[in-house]
């Protein structure tokens, strides 16, 4: 049996705000292996860049990692010194935030930023080493080794997001998380930064946590998806689970809301809102939206169970659903 | 037919530097019409660059044209008596992409529709402005007790834009021009959204032009479908037979990178390669051309619009088997 290149056990996060403790990530628990692409869906505020962040360990206050662990490839992040946090961070676990491309320094050369990652690291002690890295990370997500020589205002929106890939590739991660990494970019663009996303992962043989709200975009790329609500996981699926047989009443909704290419003009919206995590209702978070509730649901929170070996749902009444059909 | 309104061979070029001149085609001599008899929603769809945007702020009048009119109901806009101008101002509408910056954060959300009521005197009593309101709001599905009185950060983004379709819906507009009104919103949100759109086109018997890059949801709201690139027209025609069976080699590649949310329909099945943009645009010939993997001798030349059927016309040469179309006569492959 192959180890798991990410084990997150029971992670919790809450904001301290003044209006009081807010439980943005409650008890996830998550594994992967490697090689495999997973997809972690859900609306704005469900907590899924909080995840990234917390396994990144770079949640700010007043926010702060409460408890559980994340381990990766062996070692217990949670459990690390700053230091060593910090050498972790791109050689073992690297991050490709939202609208990566407008992170990078406008002042500086491409090639300068690489060799600025590859030295903190002190990974590669000399220069013609470090150039051949950032060489071999430039053609791996398909761009010229005379990019380096550029500034980040000569290249195009696209380019700027492959640049900051292979900036997270630069020195090998295990497990790339990447959020959101082509929402500020037209199709045609995604597409082309996907697939090399795609291509740069098969040939690290990393692990991929791809964050967002696009399901299309997962249908196309990962191979499970775990959908959120409220910092809580709801269900956990092959993606081929997910798309023809969701279980969990959210993930139902989700997937009927998609558009389809054989019943045009139909629209099918979520009714109703996500609560605010300040006022979260009392036992499953999604009840006051859920066509199915019961007086369970308002009492208990429903613990994430293996339905199947591979299917994760944390709903009451999956099991009678399908014990009616 | 009257025509509601009517770009004739428009043309916006951008140019910047005072001693070498650099210009930039944003959208090159585009001639469009929508019926004002016949309330429609025509989609106009492209990548960033496309000209998208400018025609948008072309249409509402904040730009000029740099070459070219836009007539709305027979009148040039760039043209207009003030008393006519306000008049265009009332019922051409715009809904823009971003819900978070069009709010004034210290001001509850009853502002933005109650400034409008004033500027144009829709009611001269408060009870008057408060039903007004209220009417609008409950056109775009929204109950007017849950947002009245609050403060935009206490909306989420889906209900922001609602209120901005009903900003525009207070007005009774005659034309919309809805600038990526969902790109910004959370896809769980989108349908609503796009289902008020659509209610405003069937019930309130608005025009709408809807511009955007998602294919997908212009599919289910648009009855028809220009797709600019670097500011020229490649295809237009019917969304329906536009989206199903795409001919310029441009559209082809857009559908192709769409990621339809259908395990069965993978990314680039069409086996189109994506190329680079290399370069600025250089001479007169096809706008595609760099990019494009069936490209020709005789792309050097400028294409002209080959119409494909009734309903479909594309402007590229391995089409030209076709029947020309006249530039100028692009609005008759659009079903209304």
């Not at chain 1, 917390?54 to 230091?83: F, Q």
């Not at chain 2, 469009?32 to 429609?40: C, F, H, N, Q, R």
């Not at chain 2, 106009?44 to 070459?67: C, D, H, Q, R, Y």
């Not at chain 2, 008020?196 to 212009?218: M, P, Q, V």
């Amino acid at each position: 049996m192959t180890q798991p290149v990410l084990t997150v056990n029971n992670l919790q996060v809450t904001y301290f705000t003044e209006a009081g403790r807010v439980r943005a990530l409650d008890g996830v628990n998550l594994t992967l292996n490697p090689g495999e692409k997973l997809g972690l869906v859900g609306e704005s505020g469900s907590g899924k860049s909080t995840m990234a962040l917390a396994m990144m360990r770079m949640i700010k206050p007043p926010g702060r990692i409460e408890g559980g662990s994340v381990v990766v490839d062996g070692v217990d992040l949670t459990k690390l010194n700053d230091e060593e946090m910090r050498e972790a961070r791109l050689s073992r676990i690297s991050y490709i935030p939202q609208g990566a491309m407008n992170s990078l320094n406008p002042v500086m050369r491409i090639g300068a930023q690489m060799r600025d990652a590859i030295k903190a690291h002190k990974l590669a002690p000399d220069a013609d080493d470090i150039e051949k890295r950032i060489n071999a990370a430039l053609v791996s997500v398909d761009l010229k080794p005379t990019v380096a020589k550029m500034y980040p205002h000569e290249l195009s929106g696209g380019m700027k997001q492959r640049v900051c890939i292979a900036i997270g590739i630069l020195l090998h991660p295990k497990l790339i998380i990447a959020d959101e990494p082509t929402s500020a970019l037209d199709v045609v663009t995604q597409r082309q930064v996907m697939q090399t996303l795609d291509s740069v992962q098969k040939q690290l043989g990393a692990a991929i946590i791809l964050i967002g709200h696009d399901m299309g975009l997962m249908a196309q790329f990962v191979d499970k998806v775990a959908v959120m609500y409220t910092g809580r996981l709801m269900e956990l699926s092959t993606v081929q689970d997910m798309f023809t047989n969701p279980q969990h009443p959210y993930a139902v909704a989700l997937i009927k809301s998609l558009p389809n290419l054989n019943q045009r003009g139909v629209f099918h919206g979520i009714p109703g809102l996500a609560p605010a995590l300040l006022r979260l209702p009392p036992g499953c978070s999604f009840h006051p939206r859920c066509p199915i509730a019961q007086d369970i649901c308002k009492a208990q929170v429903p613990p994430l169970e293996a339905k199947t070996p591979t299917r994760f749902v944390a709903c009451h009444l999956v099991e009678k659903i399908k014990n009616e059909k | 037919m009257a025509p509601l309104i009517e770009l004739r061979n428009v043309s916006k070029v951008y140019s910047k530097g005072l001693i070498a001149r650099a210009s930039t085609v944003a959208l090159d001599n585009l001639s469009l019409s929508l019926d004002a008899d016949k309330p429609t929603i025509m989609t106009v769809a492209g990548e960033s660059g496309s000209g998208k945007t400018t025609l948008a702020m072309l249409l509402l009048g904040f730009i000029e044209p740099s070459s070219g009119q836009i007539y709305y109901q027979g009148k040039d806009i760039t043209k207009l008596s003030p008393v006519e101008r306000t008049q265009f101002r009332k019922e051409v509408q715009a809904v823009f992409q971003d819900p978070f910056a069009v709010f004034n954060p210290f001001y509850p959300v009853d502002h933005l529709l109650s400034v409008p009521i004033d500027k144009f005197k829709l009611a001269d009593s408060k009870a008057k402005a408060r039903n007004l309101m209220e009417e609008a709001l409950n056109g775009v599905g929204l109950r007017a007790e849950d947002v009245l009185g609050r403060f935009p950060h206490q909306l989420s983004g889906g209900q922001r834009q609602r209120i901005n379709v009903a900003r525009a819906l207070l007005l009774k507009p005659k034309l919309i021009v809805a600038d990526e009104p969902v790109s910004m919103v959370d896809a769980s949100l989108r349908a609503t959204i796009l289902e008020s759109l659509r209610k405003l086109n069937k019930e309130y018997g608005i025009s709408i032009i809807y511009i955007t890059h998602d294919l997908t949801t212009a599919f289910h709201v648009a009855n028809s479908i220009v797709v600019l690139y670097r500011g020229g027209v490649m295809e237009a025609g019917d969304i329906e037979t536009v989206i199903k069976s795409p001919q310029h080699p441009y559209t082809r590649l857009l559908i192709d990178s769409i990621p339809w949310p259908d395990l069965d329909r993978r990314w680039g099945g069409d086996q189109m390669p994506i190329k680079e943009i290399e370069g600025a645009l250089m001479g007169t010939g096809c706008k595609f051309a760099s990019r494009c993997p069936f490209v020709m001798e005789k792309c050097k030349n400028l294409p002209a619009h080959f119409r494909l059927n009734q309903h479909q016309t594309a402007s590229c040469f391995l089409h030209d088997q076709h029947p020309m179309l006249d530039v100028e006569k692009l609005t008759e492959v659009l079903p209304m």
